[in-house]
């Protein structure tokens, strides 16, 4: 079956900071991959995502590459700000269905 | 458009009670689903519907009903609330044509069994 496995937290950084998150897959087929982003009491808004490889997703400063031969879809921010203080999921959906299988979430806080 | 919308935003049950988790979306989107969001769990699957009528079953469907009458609701019913069911609830829906099956998510329920 499909799974998402991404870097636990929680995650610290300086406001201007490099963040990284790592996220693997295991998928039958060619999954549609995306990055969710959950601010404090809200739902899940979707932050990019990509439908093919070598697809680069990107939003908001955020970048993440659909890449087939390391089945990953890392995230990364160049500077991030206090305002992207919030808990970041990876997802993957088969192409033959809408069903989301997400990893396990990581909290990232930044502090001024 | 609201987008989706969900009702209540927080409740608590005693055991044993039952209730229903609303969900409706205006965006006349064919799928919707429900998760379950547990700390270190991520999202988990419960039941899903790929139209009005038609229904199926998630990663986690025990203890959990659904029913699909409209295009636009999705209620969630919780039959004989258990404290394993605190947990916070998200209703998603999507369009069909949607290349990449994108998911719109409802703000949530936070739901406590005591």
């Known amino acids: 079956g499909n799974s998402v496995t991404q870097m636990e937290g929680p995650v610290t950084l300086s406001e201007e900071a490099f963040l990284t998150i790592n996220c693997t897959y295991t998928?039958?087929?060619?999954?549609?991959l995306f990055w969710y982003v959950q601010y404090p009491g809200e739902g899940l808004q979707l932050l990019l995502k990509?439908?093919?490889?070598?697809d680069k997703g990107s939003n908001k400063g955020f970048e993440a590459t659909y890449r087939k031969e390391t089945t990953s879809f890392h995230l990364e921010k160049g500077s991030v700000q206090v305002s992207d203080s919030a808990v970041y999921f990876c997802?993957?959906?088969?192409?033959?269905?809408?069903?989301?299988?997400f990893g396990a979430g990581t909290t990232v806080t930044v502090r001024a | 458009n609201a987008g989706v919308t969900q009702t209540p935003k927080f409740q608590v049950l005693k055991t044993g009670q039952s209730m229903t988790l609303q969900c409706a979306q205006d965006?006349?989107?064919?799928?919707m689903s429900w998760y379950r969001q547990d700390p270190g769990m991520g999202l988990r699957l419960i039941h899903y519907?790929?139209?009005?009528?038609?229904?199926d079953q998630g990663e986690v469907p025990n203890g959990y009903n659904v029913s699909r009458s409209t295009t636009e609701d999705f209620p969630l019913r919780l039959l004989s609330a258990a404290p394993s069911q605190t947990s916070v609830y998200f209703c998603?829906?999507?369009?069909?044509?949607?290349?990449?099956?994108?998911?719109?998510f409802g703000p949530g329920t936070r739901l406590t069994v005591t």
């Open positions: 990509a439908t093919k490889a070598d």
């Open positions: 997802a993957l959906s088969d192409q033959s269905d809408y069903k989301l299988s």
């Open positions: 519907s790929v139209g009005a009528g038609i229904t």
């Open positions: 998603a829906s999507s369009y069909d044509d949607s290349a990449s099956h994108e998911q719109y």
């Open positions: 998928a039958t087929g060619y999954p549609s």
């Open positions: 965006m006349n989107h064919e799928y």
